[in-house]
T-cell receptor
């Protein structure tokens, strides 16, 4: 079974600085998707960025980028120019293809990011 | 994503009662995924349903939990005889490559 590990329960960053959140995963599949989701106090799960495993190029979305190392099974998230609104729980997720084409997600336990003014 | 609608947002039940959680997927989607988030944990997959069919229930507890997605109306996650350990946030999602989530239902068992 696939597993996702986020080794940093909490991280903090100064406003306007850069922070990197770590994620590793374990799988025997060769093709899959990886995601980072943000969960603010409102509890809403918000997609931050996604990466297809077959693409070597790292995904980027504005201030958010990933460092995808397929051989190492590592998928870190870099947030540049951090803003107060970035404060939230961040979850790394692996998309497993299950029974009947199920696109179920396997989540890590999350990293709580605090942004200091 | 506002397209996936869940209700209620908050639900309080006494031990032994039944809890019913509802989810309507995004427009044009005919399937839903249910996840449970225990305190200080990530979301864990429970069940995947298409209209009138359970496709994958590998994450569903064997007892007291059931799910359905009828031809008409929302998907229902039903928890019978709730216990304190069922207290959690329950999320529904629909997916086409990317999963979009509802705002969740926070179930509190007292």
């Amino acid at each position: 079974a696939q597993t996702v590990t986020q080794s940093q329960p909490e991280m903090s960053v100064q406003e306007a600085e850069t922070v990197t959140l770590s994620c590793t995963y374990d799988t025997s599949e060769s093709d899959y998707y990886l995601f980072w989701y943000k969960q603010p106090p409102s509890r809403q799960m918000i997609l931050v960025i996604r990466q297809e495993a077959y693409k070597q190029q790292n995904a980027t979305e504005n201030r958010f980028s990933v460092n995808f190392q397929k051989a190492a099974k590592s998928f870190s998230l870099k947030i540049s120019d951090s803003q107060l609104g970035d404060a939230a729980m961040y979850f790394c997720a692996y998309r497993s293809i299950g029974k009947g084409g199920s696109e179920k997600l396997v989540f890590g336990k999350g990293t709580k990011l605090t942004v200091n003014p | 994503n506002a397209g996936v609608m869940q209700n209620p947002r908050h639900l309080v039940r006494r031990r032994g009662q039944e809890a019913r959680l509802r989810c309507s997927p995004m427009k044009g989607h005919s399937h839903v995924y249910w996840y449970r988030q225990l305190p200080e944990e990530g979301l864990k997959f429970m069940v995947y349903l298409q209209k009138e069919n359970i496709i994958d229930e590998s994450g569903m507890p064997k007892e007291r939990f059931s799910a359905e997605f009828p031809k008409e109306g929302p998907s229902i996650l039903r928890i019978q005889q709730v216990v304190r350990g069922d207290s959690a946030a329950y999320f529904c999602a629909s997916s086409r490559v990317v999963s979009f989530f509802g705002q969740g239902t926070r179930l509190t068992v007292v």
